[in-house]
């Protein structure tokens, strides 16, 4: 079937990104202050896609001959990974002028990536999630190691992408095997017969272990291992999209698997998997995070608690469920973008100014940013009236609502824990003698970046109620 | 038009983000005056076009919820951020924002040269805000939002200068007492909303009412809602047992007294049980509850206002008696007569507080009034004005206070019983009494200060101008009310306005016949003529014969200190409450509970996760391979995991 112009319509998210990606080439190659149009062309582009992708929310299709989706929860994922990416962009701006890795393909790979990231998110055939993820994948590996002159930014690279590729062979493995019982690859169809397949031991190995690739890409543990090294090497800014963006394209994947399978009787086939991981990650996560001493790491392992806990919303297994964890990642990404930012703001040219203790004294000394930051943490720390204590609140809602109440207060102690050490910040900033002189360059566009994350934060957790119906309307 | 009730609690907001992020570095006290007053300005127009609106409808369409978005939806409890604009909370909505506004602008020359101007303006706001969101509310959690940061800013204006002494103590000790204190009713108001949830399985306005309504209800059901929501009232509103903390908050600036501690704030109780009328309704005995300690309120309050020597103190003392006025009026069931008497007190109150503050500004902050005296020629705007206030509390017609107090002294009678109305009319000679002993002593008499270094003057126009505004509807606003026995059947405007809202509590309220209008007319001559006569006591003991005071006071030493005291109730709730509270919270919740087990409990688990910490971190070797072989470990265990549970 050819498709027609409808569907180019309502692939125009997508569109408007890959054509953004070409003339971005063009004019990194002819214009000699690209550095100067680059970033703001990519802020259009992905303001304007995020735009558009709320505007046709409402158009929910399947389309292309059943490879992708439009509107619904995929529009909502694009809002997301645009409206993230374009305040990574902010942040970036002047972020790589100080850390002097300015080269042209930055802003281009970031397109890139996002593009990939919308593919994980719209795809209805195995083979569209795949090359999603290598797209986005393979941009993250540049990224990591796009400091060419430092060792860190080259290690994070190395181990990033050979772990990486690792859990990819494993996705491609699950897709083989899934391939060889359904004989299709077209998820709408296995979908069809799942309940056939679903007892058929190749078919559920094989779904098995695309799960565990994607259980690598999102950093649950025990797949995490990569997290901290390749966070804290990673630059600031580019961190700040992996651990965001990238978390949620895989959520994004999860979702598109599992949804079919919740609606079956063998729902919960999965669960004790997603529990035993959710468990580990937010534990974990939440346990090592207080001892680490840079900011980066705490915040990677953090990353690593925060999996966990949006996975007790994909083991619910119930629309509350998969409603929270879309929140959840839409209230994650900007409670982390925001904190990131600010990271990269007080980083300095040698990577420094990253550890806890050059926070100290930082209320007197940027009350600002101080204050921002300690929106941040307490967001991320779940409390309210900030976006993070909803995310966990609707999720632990949907846990208890499948029965599942155990778990919810293993994500309540976890997040117990986890006060501590975000609140140490806090304590840190406020209420520690400052030992040192920090030289914090102005940057207008990060700031403005990091206030946009934060009003949406604050914004998410006075409204929770009306974000959480729109998601739902959505979710079936 | 009615829509545009959310830039009503907008403004205020904005207003509060502007001054308190970015007024330390405006510094200008005219453009953060003039956001902060501006704000609450344009909300009063809003206001003010939405009541010309309502007029325009019909009586039994003047309701309008307006709902902003849904804020938090759990199982079947459903919280929208929405405002119910009817005719109860457009008419507390004209009072906030046009009074609010008049001390707002007064504040400009008040607070002049203050090191706080810009924060003082930003609490002010950040009032207007929740006092809107407590009167707008259209459910039970918002009206509780509202009702939590009214308390807030009342904690952070008491204690506005924080560094200054405030009798035996700090500013902050008194904001603290008003804090602690609210917590006490706050708790009942909070048992209150639960039962409500519990019982009619909502917390919306329109259909817990409804529900009630209409629904049978167990009796002692009801009772306990009406009585664990008026346990909150009490203590919002400073009744008997919980009224101590009003007097103490004084030590915040004048018009923080004018606004937050006369006219809105405090009758914040008044308003949330005049809005649960219908609760009750259903319950008489809790009615006959609400209406004694009103009337005993009303009367011990006054009582300590004749001896007190300090002018904010004596203001302070008779809000809480007028307070209790209106409590005797919801429960005697006259919903409408307390709602009034909001009104028109809020005027002359504001009124007296403005008119204080002018006189402790023209005198260098000295608030003692045997340390006034003759100020009329130095303050004569200050003075016409006072006067216009006094007379108007002291309910002499035609001004406003006697309208509204005359009509509940008449329900106290007519729905009450005889004592009721003796209580009530005798309270109101006290008050008439203090008020002319304020007066005289302040403005009339000797001037007994030191004249070389005290020199009074008048204030400037940008706080008379608030004076003669406020001084001009103490004056008419009780025309709104004139009682039917003079304005004919449905002649009673605000009545008229008022009564939907109260329909339904009326019709379950038994009512008993009317007395006749002779008896209402002869009861009016009596209230009115001790008044007048009072007054001229007040005049006679402090003017004509200065010396008489103390006479008296001398022979009649022990109840004049009792009354100079307050009764000793501070004292008493100190020995019998606080010490022994004090004493166990030391000996034993904390030196014990608290330090030793919850203490040793967490610190344990908290030395025990750090060994985790520190012990599982080794694992990140940095080894790449090794990662790799932990990820296969967890692939082996899954596998095995489900090929087990599939076989």
Redesign the interface.
């Not at chain 1, 346990?287 to 680490?292: G, R, T, Y």
């Not at chain 1, 006075?462 to 009306?466: D, E, K, L, N, Q």
């Given at each position: 079937m050819i498709p027609t112009a409808l569907e180019f319509q309502l692939l125009l998210p997508v569109l408007i990104i890959a054509a953004g990606i070409l003339i971005s080439l063009i004019i990194e190659m002819f214009s000699s202050k690209s550095e100067k149009i680059l970033p703001w062309f990519s802020i259009a582009l992905f303001v304007s896609t995020a735009y558009y992708s709320l505007l046709t929310v409402g158009h929910e299709r399947i389309i292309f001959n059943s490879m992708l989706a439009a509107g619904g929860t995929a529009n909502i994922f694009f809002f997301v990974f645009t409206f993230g990416a374009a305040i990574v962009t902010l942040i970036s701006i002047d972020y790589i002028k100080k850390i002097g890795m300015y080269y042209g393909e930055y802003y281009i790979l970031l397109q890139s990536a996002v593009l990939g990231m919308m593919l994980m998110a719209n795809a209805q055939d195995l083979v569209m999630i795949f090359m999603g993820l290598e797209q986005m994948s393979v941009c993250f590996y540049i990224l990591a190691g796009f400091n060419r002159k430092k060792i860190k930014s080259n290690e994070a690279a190395?181990?990033y992408f050979?772990?990486g590729a690792?859990?990819t062979g494993?996705i491609v493995y699950g897709i083989a095997l899934m391939y060889g019982v359904a004989q299709t690859m077209s998820i709408p169809a296995i979908a069809n017969g799942l309940l056939i397949y679903s007892?058929n031991?190749i078919f559920?190995?094989g779904l098995?272990?695309f799960i565990?690739g994607f259980s690598?890409k999102i950093a649950a543990v025990?797949?995490h291992?990569?997290v901290?090294?390749v966070y804290q090497g990673s630059p600031t800014s580019i961190t700040a999209l992996m651990s965001t963006g990238g978390k949620a394209a895989a959520f994004s994947s999860l979702l598109i698997i599992f949804t079919p399978l919740f609606a079956t009787t063998q729902s919960t086939l999965f669960q004790?998997?997603l529990v035993v991981i959710a468990t580990l990650s937010m534990l974990?996560g939440s346990?090592?995070?207080?001892?680490?001493t840079d900011l980066k790491r705490m915040l990677a392992y953090s990353s690593i608690s925060h999996a966990g806990y949006i996975l007790i919303g994909v083991a619910a297994g119930s629309e509350l469920g998969i409603a929270s964890v879309i929140f959840y990642l839409s209230a994650y990404t900007f409670m982390n973008l925001g904190t990131f930012g600010i990271i990269s703001m007080i980083e300095n040219k040698d990577e420094g100014n990253l550890s806890l203790n050059d926070y100290s004294g930082l209320g007197n000394k940027k009350p600002m940013l101080a204050a921002l930051l300690a929106i941040f943490m307490f967001a991320l720390a779940g409390i309210p009236p900030f976006a993070g204590f909803?995310g966990k609140y609707y999720v632990f809602?949907a846990a208890i609502e499948s029965n599942l109440t155990w778990l919810a207060i293993v994500g309540v102690l976890s997040s117990v824990?986890s006060i501590?050490f975000y609140l140490r910040v806090v304590v840190v900033m406020y209420f520690q003698k400052d030992e040192n002189i920090l030289n914090v360059e102005d940057s207008s566009p990060a700031l403005l970046g990091i206030m946009i994350s934060a009003l949406l934060v604050i914004v998410m957790g006075?409204?929770?109620?009306?974000i959480?119906?729109l998601i739902s309307n959505f979710v079936k | 038009m009615t829509e545009l009730i959310y830039l009503t609690v907008l403004l205020p907001l904005i207003g509060f983000l502007i001054n308190g992020l970015f007024g330390s570095k405006i510094k200008n006290e005219k453009i953060i005056g003039t956001i902060g007053s501006g704000a609450i300005g344009l909300s009063f127009i809003v206001v003010l076009l939405i009541l010309i609106e309502t007029l325009g409808k019909p009586a039994d369409q003047r309701v309008t919820i307006v709902t902003l978005f849904q804020w938090m939806k759990v199982g079947n409890l459903d919280i929208s951020i929405a405002y119910q604009v009817d005719q109860l909370s457009i008419l507390m909505a004209l009072i906030v924002t046009g009074i609010g506004f008049l001390i707002h602008v007064y504040s400009i020359g008040y607070m002049h040269g203050d090191k706080g101007f810009w924060r003082f303006f930003a609490y002010l706001n950040l009032f207007i805000f929740a006092m809107m969101n407590l009167i707008l509310a259209d459910n039970f959690v918002l009206l509780f939002l509202g009702w939590e940061g009214v308390g807030l800013c009342s904690y952070l204006l008491i204690g506005f200068w924080y560094d200054r002494k405030f009798e035996k103590s700090t500013t902050a000790s008194a904001a603290k007492k008003a804090f602690v204190i609210n917590r006490i009713g706050d708790f009942g108001f909070l048992l209150g909303i639960f039962l409500i949830y519990m019982t009619f399985g909502s917390l919306n306005f329109t259909e817990v009412f409804t529900a009630a309504n209409h629904i049978p209800v167990d009796e002692s059901v009801v009772s306990f809602i009406a009585l664990f929501l008026f346990i909150g009232a009490i203590g919002k509103s400073a009744q008997i047992p919980l009224f101590v903390w009003l007097p103490d908050a004084m030590a915040g600036p004048t018009p923080v007294s004018a606004l937050i501690h006369a006219a809105t704030m405090v009758t914040a109780g008044v308003y949330m049980v005049a809005r649960c009328s219908i609760f009750y309704a259903m319950a008489p005995t809790i009615m006959m509850v609400v209406a004694i300690i009103g009337l005993l309120t009303a009367m011990f309050a006054a009582t300590i206002g004749l001896v007190q020597n300090d002018i904010k103190k004596v203001l302070a003392y008779s809000t809480v008696s007028q307070l209790g006025y209106m409590f005797l009026a919801l429960g005697v069931g006259a919903f409408t007569s307390g709602i009034f008497h909001v009104m028109t007190h809020a005027f002359f109150k504001a009124l007296l507080f403005l008119g204080a503050g002018s006189v402790i500004h023209g005198m260098h902050h000295e608030q003692n009034i045997q340390k006034y005296g003759g100020l009329k020629k130095y303050m004569p705007v200050t003075f016409i004005t006072f006067l216009i206030a006094c007379i108007a509390i002291a309910g002499i017609p035609p001004f406003s206070g006697f309208f509204s107090k005359d009509e509940i002294l008449w329900y106290s009678y007519a729905k009450g019983n005889f004592l009721f109305w003796l209580i009530g009319a005798l309270t109101a000679l006290i008050t008439a009494f203090y008020m002319f002993r304020l007066l005289s002593l302040t403005f009339f008499g000797k001037e007994r200060f030191d004249k070389h270094h005290v020199h009074p003057h008048e204030s400037p126009k940008v706080m008379t101008v608030p004076l003669i505004i406020l001084a001009f509807f103490s004056i008419v606003a009780g025309f709104i009310g004139i009682p039917e026995v003079f304005s004919g059947e449905g002649g009673n405007q605000i009545k008229n306005w008022l009564a939907p809202v109260f329909a339904d509590a009326h019709s379950k309220k038994i009512t008993y016949g009317m007395p006749s209008h002779f008896v209402e007319i002869l009861l009016m001559v009596i209230s009115v003529a001790g008044a007048a006569a009072a007054i001229w006591l007040a005049r006679h003991v402090y003017l004509t014969k200065p010396g008489l005071a103390d006479q008296i006071a001398n022979r009649m030493k022990k109840g004049y200190s009792v009354l100079l005291n307050k009764y000793y109730v501070d004292e008493i709730y100190n020995k019998l409450i606080v010490q022994p509270i004090y004493k166990v919270s030391d000996g034993f919740l904390f030196k014990f509970t608290d330090v030793k087990i919850i203490d040793g409990t967490i610190n344990r688990t908290a030395s025990l996760i750090d060994l985790f910490s520190n012990n599982i971190k080794r694992i990140q070797t940095g080894v790449a391979q090794f990662y790799a072989i932990i990820m296969m470990i967890g692939i082996v265990i899954a596998l095995f995991w489900i090929i087990v549970s599939l076989i």
């Open positions: 190395m181990k050979l772990l690792f859990a494993f007892d031991i559920v190995a098995l272990l565990i690598f025990p797949f291992m990569w901290p090294d004790p998997y974990l346990i090592v995070a207080i001892a680490q909803f809602i824990i501590y006075i409204a929770p109620g009306s959480i119906n | -």
